[in-house]
């Protein structure tokens, strides 16, 4: 149980373009989604906290017009990085909190971006 | 303000020896706390946790890990490392804002030798 994917695994974008990766909650209702970036031999970067029907949370330095997070229902959350840049090239990992189980957090297998 | 900090950032073990992963924390109040596992271009697998009840955890894959409140630490470790063991580690302090947000550690690189 507690299983999340993300789709694409791997994207490769020119840059300008935008890219939308979706994290999914495949077998429990997710209270909370959130979003990581990983740079590489690096730490999990936390982006923004997102809960189902509302506005996501952003930490400090993370530019939301850049970084589109849209959270539809409790099983599905879209990250889309707007006119990408080499620089926004990473590693992108969701994860999700369970509902009665806020504080343990199950992750996605991630999403390699590379932007051209 | 809450943190964890892991005191390696790369272990070698040979196949069949113990390992040992240190993690230390800084919290104001009784943590919980976790421990992930990063296969190379993975995401992150849940191997064991600390929510205030038993202080010595047993997780997935042998691992086990003991709170030790008067040492703020919280150690993963492993009688017998096995190949498959080789990966990222990661100690994660869960903070409590309204959301409950992790906070990482730095993370600790474990080889195994053969």
Redesign the interface.
């Known amino acids: 149980g507690a299983v999340v994917s993300q789709h694409p695994s791997r994207v490769i974008c020119k840059s300008g373009t935008s890219v939308k990766i979706e994290c999914r909650s495949l077998d429990f209702q997710a209270t909370t989604m959130f979003w990581y970036r990983q740079f590489p031999k690096k730490s999990l970067m936390l982006m923004a906290t997102s809960n189902e029907g509302s506005k996501a949370t952003y930490e400090q330095g993370v530019e939301k017009d850049k970084f589109l997070i849209n959270h539809a229902s409790l099983t599905l959350s879209t990250l889309t990085v707007t006119s990408a840049h080499p620089e926004d090239s990473s590693f992108y990992i969701c994860s999700a909190s369970l509902l009665g189980l806020k504080e343990t957090q199950y992750f996605g297998p991630g999403t390699r971006l590379l932007v051209l | 303000a809450q943190s964890v900090t892991q005191l390696d950032s790369h272990v070698s073990v040979s196949e069949g020896t113990p390992v040992l992963l240190r993690c230390n924390y800084s919290s104001s109040y009784s943590p919980?706390l976790?421990w992930?596992v990063q296969h190379p271009?993975?995401?992150?697998?849940?191997l064991l946790?600390y929510?205030s009840a038993a202080t010595l955890v047993k997780g997935i894959n042998g691992f086990e890990a003991e709170f030790k409140k008067s040492e703020t630490s919280f150690h993963l470790t492993k009688p017998s490392a096995h190949m498959s063991d080789a990966a990222e580690y990661?100690c994660v302090v869960?903070v409590s804002s309204g959301?409950?947000?992790?906070i990482?550690?730095?993370?600790t690189r474990l080889k195994v030798l053969a």
Not at chain 2, 41 to 46: A, E, P, S, Y
Not at chain 2, 99 to 102: D, G, L, S
């Open positions: 919980s976790f992930y271009n993975k995401g992150l697998q849940l946790k929510t990661f869960s959301t409950y947000k992790y990482f550690g730095t993370g």
